[in-house]
């Protein structure tokens, strides 16, 4: 009865007083996120209208119907099933247990060089990974251990990789920022920011040509890229926006905005900090989403997702989401405010998604530490299995270089260098003349 | 007939015997002077008895004179013959994978099901024969789209990104007419986004296609510099094996005809250190679309230098398919008194030098690198072994180009076989200016190529 005497609606104004009643329900929907240091507020804006058919002109910041009728209505809905509850926990402990034990085993001296933990984004990689098919593809960045594993590398390979073994996903050769895998369409691993974005968008690219040019009619593969809001800046990330979004590839631009880009904060980088709206501008909807709650990280992916198997083309979804430690190892983390880290801790994605699926009597405590204590061991015994694996030998130093060994080119005595019998061994020296060859090799034997 | 035997004999590497043996008249000399004078073009009479015999022997016609050297216009074979010692360089490629495209490189790498010697003793080279049809004259960018579109034809994977390279037919017209034949998705124009769009056809070589990027000017691939070198070059490695980028980066480069500083660069010498990436440069038409065909079906990332200034050029190429492969080197011109080693257009200025070089007497034989990483060790190290000198005629600039790591190489490798310290003819250090007088200085030109002959076979 309040409201009937209002003949204008007013437009949803998010920092209105509380006490007017129009902005109690905005709020509700609304999550705003002041952040500390910052001379503006990120304005969440979650219920714009969805406008996801053609002209791209028209497209403007969207968030999925069913998710925002999810909200309203009461939980009596689940949003996921036993199984699915039990299957996104688990690997979210698997994520948070591993990153765990590899900051352990670093300061154990069993791995080296920059190793980046993805403590606290849990969320967003079980959220959106555990909805693939083991045929997309996922590329990620430095931060790419647990992305790895939850689409389903054996915490074994990876843990290898990191002692840098050569029974490592990638033989020990790629390390911690460059998890790869074929069998489980994991294309990296990349050191440098926004670098995995253009081979995200060519593996996407794959995907539509081979329906479209090799007449594959049921290919339907998407690509996942994952980066984070320091790499929203760089030109790669525009670029290929742009052309995902020009021959709607079936492509899902996640972006971990994390707040920080090693101690850049994200608004003092930015001219304008929210992500989300950067999709609309190249035509393509942008979507924002509570990182930290992987159950709203796991609607958006659904339908994002499906929206991009359907051949409708790329979404941006912003995640917002936050580490827990420093952004690698070696970051002592001192710029980012105590206060800030202990709101997000309280958020933990983990605890939110046990507290779901207790209250929803998806699971009981039991089947939850039973997961846990499974987790513990699996963990466990990748690292064994990591600390008995063998170095690589020195055989393996120049193999993989190319595809095709022959690019070594031609020796001065007119075979392929690879099929010199020393050059498996690692000792052929690329340059040199056999004689030198034979020389340095006596050198090398005798000590 | 003839020609082949004399061929034989050039390529035989005159023993040290005849070496020592010329000085007979002149006295005693110790075997480095004796090798020094060997050099000079008037042969010791005891030396060209010797050789008149040996082609009498074969029924060869010419008489020898201690005032000439050998009629080179009998020894200009063309690029296409194929030496019996060495692999050949022309083969007829059956369908279907290539020995190497096994798979067994996903965890092991190794060389498992390599030709075992790549000095085949006989290759049975049906495609040799070319005399017996017409073949057909094409210009060289014509060769590229051919060999382009007989790859397009053959595998379905096969896809050209680019600017302008749909329904604007390439900026040198390479790819005309392909993107009517095959469509704007498997010829895709994309916008003007080198580094995003180079990356993207990694990412799709990953995921299975082929695709052939095109940098409208090789300068443009500065911008893409990230890719080539991170994703391109080290993929392959980074991930253990697991992942295969059968990419080819081609697009002309090189200094045309006043075209500015930032589109007269030469990327070869930026390129050549990054691992895991081949370089190759075409320089006729014949070797256009044999190293294009043998890019594309490369496992490697390829890297196909092409030349503003070369796209014109006319020749006769054979009707049959054929294929040439990346890492060989190509005999231009056979000879006695120098190697030069050169590739892409300036192996234009060095046949013109070449032509003085004759007139003056000089025997110089020309080597077209062709592959620029890796290099053909066994051909320019065969050549050196014969003629002792090398000068190194290249487009880069002074400081570190292809020349300057020939240099580095030829000395590791051969240094024993050397009589004079290896001369680099290269580009002025300079960008490239826009003034055509001053273009002209910048790049090697033939009367330099002369004098370095002449100072080098003093």
Not at chain 1, 354 to 369: H, P, Q, V
Request: net charge neutral; proline share 5%; aromatic share 8%.
């Amino acid at each position: 009865m309040a409201f009937a005497g209002i003949k204008v609606i007013q437009p949803l104004a998010l920092h209105a007083s509380s006490s007017d009643p129009y902005n109690r329900a905005a709020k509700s929907i609304a999550t705003p996120s002041p952040f500390l240091g910052s001379t503006r507020t990120l304005r969440i804006n979650q219920s714009l209208p969805i406008a996801l058919s053609r002209p791209a002109s028209s497209i403007v910041a969207a968030v999925s119907d069913v998710f925002k009728e999810k909200k309203l209505k009461s939980t009596s809905d689940l949003l996921l099933t036993k199984e699915e509850g039990l299957e996104v926990y688990e690997d979210m402990i698997l994520g948070r247990a591993f990153e765990d034990m590899c900051a352990q085993m670093y300061y154990r001296g069993k791995m080296f060089g920059f190793v980046h933990l993805y403590n606290g984004q849990e969320a967003v990689s079980s959220g959106f990974i555990k909805l693939l098919k083991k045929e997309d593809s996922v590329v990620s960045t430095y931060r790419d251990h647990v992305h790895a594993l939850s689409k389903g590398v054996p915490a074994r390979a990876v843990m290898s990789e990191l002692f840098g073994k050569k029974t490592g996903c990638c033989r020990g050769q790629g390390g911690s920022m460059h998890m790869f895998s074929a069998e489980h369409n994991v294309l990296g691993g990349f050191a440098f920011i926004g670098e995995g974005i253009p081979v995200a968008t060519g593996a996407a690219f794959s995907s539509k040509y081979r329906r479209e040019v090799l007449k594959q009619a049921d290919c339907d593969h998407v690509t996942l890229a994952f980066f984070g809001d320091g790499t929203c800046n760089n030109g790669q990330f525009f670029e290929c926006l742009n052309m995902a979004a020009l021959w709607k590839l079936p492509i899902i631009f996640v972006v971990e905005n994390n707040l920080w880009a090693i101690g850049m904060s994200h608004l003092r980088s930015t001219s304008d900090p929210e992500i989300w709206k950067k999709g609309p501008a190249f035509g393509m909807p942008g979507v924002h989403v509570d990182g930290m709650d992987v159950l709203k990280v796991r609607e958006v992916a659904k339908e994002a997702i499906g929206r991009a198997r359907r051949g409708e083309g790329p979404t941006l979804v912003e995640c917002e989401t936050y580490r827990f430690r420093g952004h690698s190892l070696a970051d002592p983390d001192e710029l980012r405010d105590p206060a800030e880290k202990a709101r997000y801790a309280a958020r933990d994605p983990i605890t939110g998604l046990k507290k779901y699926l207790i209250e929803n009597k998806l699971a009981t405590e039991a089947d939850l530490k039973a997961i846990e204590k499974k987790i513990d061991e699996v963990v466990e015994e990748a690292v064994e299995f990591a600390d008995e694996s063998p170095a690589p030998s020195r055989s393996q130093l120049l193999e993989n270089v190319f595809a095709d060994p022959r690019g070594f080119g031609i020796g001065p005595d007119g075979s392929y260098r690879c099929e010199d019998p020393k050059f498996t061994e690692g000792t052929a020296q690329l340059c040199f003349d056999v004689e030198m060859k034979n020389l340095m090799l006596n050198m090398h034997l005798q000590g | 007939m003839p020609p082949i035997s004399f061929l034989l004999l050039i390529r035989f590497r005159i023993p040290n015997a005849i070496h020592c043996q010329q000085v007979g008249a002149a006295g005693k000399k110790t075997s480095v002077e004796a090798k020094t004078s060997c050099c000079n073009w008037q042969f010791h009479p005891q030396i060209l008895e010797t050789m008149a015999s040996i082609f009498q022997g074969v029924g060869a016609a010419t008489a020898l004179s201690s005032s000439t050297s050998f009629d080179t216009k009998k020894f200009q074979f063309s690029s296409r013959r194929s030496l019996p010692e060495r692999k050949t360089s022309f083969v007829v490629v059956r369908s279907g994978a290539s020995k190497m495209d096994n798979g067994s490189n996903r965890t092991g790498g190794r060389a498992d099901h390599l030709v075992t010697n790549a000095v085949a003793t006989k290759y049975d080279n049906p495609a040799a024969s070319t005399a017996s049809k017409p073949g057909h004259e094409l210009l060289l960018f014509e060769a590229l789209r051919e060999g382009l579109e007989e790859e397009m034809e053959r595998d379905a994977r096969v896809c050209v990104m680019g600017e302008d390279v749909g329904h604007y037919g390439g900026s040198y017209k390479v790819t005309k007419g392909l993107a009517d034949k095959y469509g704007d998705l498997r010829v895709l124009d994309t916008p003007i986004a080198e580094n995003s769009f180079t990356g993207m056809g990694i990412g799709a070589a990953m995921t299975g296609l082929r695709p052939i990027i095109e940098g409208m000017n090789m300068g443009f691939l500065l911008l893409a510099f990230n890719q080539i070198s991170n994703n391109c070059g080290m993929l392959h490695y980074t991930s253990g094996g697991q992942f295969k980028i059968p990419v080819v980066i081609r697009g002309p480069g090189g200094v045309g005809r006043q075209l500015g500083a930032e589109h007269s660069q030469r990327l070869e010498s930026y390129f050549q250190s990054i691992p895991g990436i081949q370089m190759v440069a075409c320089s006729t038409p014949y070797n256009a679309k044999g190293l294009m065909k043998a890019a594309i079906r490369s496992d490697n990332p390829v890297i196909l230098f092409e030349h503003v200034l070369l796209y014109n050029l006319k020749e006769r190429i054979p009707d049959e398919e054929y294929v040439l492969s990346l890492e060989e080197a190509e005999m231009v011109r056979p000879g006695e008194h120098v190697t030069i080693l050169t590739y892409s257009r300036m192996r234009y200025h060095v046949m013109q030098a070449a032509k003085t070089l004759v007139n003056k007497g000089y025997d110089p034989e020309v080597i077209d690198i062709r592959s620029l990483k890796p290099f053909d060790l066994y051909t320019i190290g065969n050549s050196i072994k014969k003629t002792h000198r090398v000068l190194i005629v290249e487009e880069c600039m002074r400081t570190g180009g292809i020349g300057a790591s020939l240099t580095a190489a030829i000395t590791e490798n051969f240094h024993d076989y050397l009589d004079a310290p290896i001369v680099c003819l290269s580009s002025q250090d300079v960008p490239t200016p826009y003034a055509g007088t001053l273009e002209e200085w910048t790049v090697v030109q033939p009367p330099q190529i002369v004098a370095a002959v002449e100072q080098l076979c003093r």
